[in-house]
């Protein structure tokens, strides 16, 4: 019997005894005088436990079933851990619906700790939302061990929308590399079209981040971006690099979630290959949009149609000119062009080589394709063929700098390189302390 209980006892006794009323009794209880009435009816009948609620001791209706309990137990219990949310969609896809506090309370029974241990938050500005689906696109490489830490580490690209925060595309890469980014580019293109903007990082493959110029480049005064930033200007998209990994940390937690909840589905469901992983991305993506995306402020998207030649956009280009021969060059690749009408040559023509993402490549003038190579190997992967000239130059424009900081040395007595010249003598007149008003002195010298 608890407390209230026991207040009610006495009360109702004192009542049934005449020691007071039962209008008395109601107002020291706090309940009506209807209620103190079949009080005392119930402790007539039943004595003391009359008192208790009829409820008591029985198996609530809302209670999980056995079979329910069992399964939350098993995921709880697992190899690998999952957090409370992620039990609750993994059996809400099993057709089992039970809520997170309840996977907490019987995680907390369990003794079992949680997966990421709650900290204090702090105080930050959240930078809001765009207003449109497919504004802002944010574009980035998780490495990880998404296969296990028996497999080796491999990299996670993918897109992710601002203003939704869905899951545009995915794919998996030995390393975060063009061909990578290309292809998430590609498929993201194909099923929503293009963006506004992409946002992404410092990364070599979107940015350039050496100070070396080429002549052109100095002409035209700008620096040609890579090859992937090329893609993005011909598709009319604008990049963004962030300056931390702050700024874009919607892409990053997107990294901390799939971290918990890809790789470990991916462990459930026995998958140790990188093919297999690729064709779990489909079914994982649309779960995780119905989870996690969100509705825009404004409904109309801002997505423009794909392009007719998206194909020949995502490809590295290059600028030559046709040899006598007829023969263009690009590093590990020579290209004979077929003649032209009436068996014309196209020497000392200025072409454009583009090597697409299927590893097709096109040797174009004016628009006009002449010559198409196929696809030479099935899994070929695109990668930005540099002129050996303008990497060597490269490479020795930083030997050169880097020598020159290694002489560049600091005297020991810190005065500099000018130590070394000849010094005045002591009784030189430099060394004289300086006198604003010398005249007294000249006066007192001459008598």
Not at 314 to 319: D, G, I, K, P, T
């Amino acid at each position: 019997m608890g407390v209230r209980d026991a207040r009610r006892l006495g009360q109702v006794e004192a009542a049934l005894q005449g020691e007071t009323t039962n209008r008395k009794a109601a107002r020291v209880l706090g309940i009506s005088v209807r209620q103190v009435i079949r009080l005392k009816k119930q402790v007539k009948a039943k004595g003391v436990r009359g008192l208790l609620h009829g409820n008591l001791g029985r198996t609530s209706g809302r209670r999980l079933s056995d079979e329910t309990r069992q399964k939350v137990e098993a995921l709880l219990n697992a190899e690998v851990r999952l957090n409370d949310c992620h039990v609750v969609d993994l059996l809400q896809g099993q057709g089992v619906i039970v809520s997170d506090d309840s996977v907490r309370r019987l995680r907390i029974a369990l003794g079992v700790k949680p997966v990421h241990a709650r900290r204090s938050s702090l105080h930050h500005r959240r930078r809001e939302r765009k207003e449109r689906e497919g504004d802002m696109v944010l574009i980035d490489g998780s490495d990880h061990e998404w296969l296990g830490a028996k497999h080796p580490r491999i990299t996670l690209v993918g897109t992710i929308d601002d203003a939704t925060g869905k899951v545009l595309s995915l794919t998996f890469r030995p390393h975060e590399d063009l061909h990578g980014y290309a292809v998430v580019l590609r498929d993201m293109i194909k099923r929503y079209g293009v963006p506004g903007i992409l946002y992404g990082d410092h990364t070599s493959i979107a940015v350039r981040n050496d100070e070396h110029w080429t002549r052109e480049e100095e002409l035209e005064g700008r620096q040609l971006p890579p090859q992937f930033g090329q893609m993005l200007e011909e598709l009319g998209i604008r990049y963004i690099a962030a300056g931390s990994p702050q700024a874009k940390g919607r892409i990053e937690r997107l990294w901390r979630t799939l971290q918990d909840r890809l790789l470990k589905e991916l462990a459930l469901a026995g998958v140790t290959t990188m093919e297999g992983a690729e064709a779990y991305l489909p079914g994982f993506i649309e779960r995780f949009n119905k989870r996690f995306g969100c509705a825009p402020r404004e409904a109309k998207p801002s997505w423009q149609r794909a392009p007719r030649h998206l194909e020949r956009m995502l490809a590295c280009r290059y600028e030559r000119v046709v040899r006598r021969d007829n023969v263009v060059t690009i590093p590990g690749c020579t290209l004979q062009l077929p003649p032209g009408p009436h068996r014309r040559s196209h020497q000392g023509r200025r072409v454009e080589v583009r090597e697409l993402l299927d590893g097709r490549i096109l040797v174009s003038y004016r628009g006009e394709i002449l010559l198409e190579r196929p696809t030479p190997q099935a899994d070929f992967i695109l990668v930005s063929r540099s002129r050996r000239s303008e990497t060597r130059r490269i490479a020795r424009h930083d030997e050169v700098v880097t020598a020159a900081r290694k002489e560049k040395k600091t005297p020991k007595n810190k005065r500099g390189h000018l130590t070394t010249t000849r010094r005045p003598a002591k009784g030189h007149p430099w060394r004289r302390p300086f006198k604003p008003n010398p005249l007294p002195e000249r006066r007192a010298a001459r008598g």
